[in-house]
Nanobody, 121 residues
């Protein structure tokens, strides 16, 4: 059973960089065909696919976030990390890490519990 756990600050100041780490257990982030993914859900809105990194280290990003987002992985720790630069209050959301078979929310089969991030001064 794959388990994912998000960690990081719950409060970030505007214009700062949001950084969240997902720790994976029960599976390896180097497994073929898996997309290790970040998804968020702003208050009152649906889930938004943000980006993913594959077993080989290839990263894919949402066009709307591409100028501000980076995802990288640490295979020695079985972790992958989201960085979102120049955040604004519109980036306030519950952030999830997940594993899936493709580049959409619908393909996710394992999810973390989610972590609330608020952007505020």
């Amino acid at each position: 059973q794959v388990q994912l756990q998000e960690s990081g600050p719950g409060l970030v100041k505007p214009s700062a960089t949001l950084s969240l780490t997902c720790t994976v257990s029960g599976g390896s982030i180097t497994t073929n065909y898996d997309y290790w993914t970040w998804i968020r859900q702003p208050p009152g809105k649906g889930r938004e696919w943000m980006g993913a990194i594959t077993y080989s280290g290839s990263a894919f990003y949402s066009p709307s976030l591409k100028s501000r987002i980076s995802i990288f992985k640490d295979t020695s720790k079985n972790q992958f990390t989201l960085q979102l630069r120049s955040v604004t209050p519109e980036d306030t959301a519950v952030y999830y890490c997940a594993r899936g078979g493709g580049l959409s929310v619908a393909t996710m089969d394992y999810w973390g519990q989610g972590t609330q991030v608020t952007v505020s001064s």
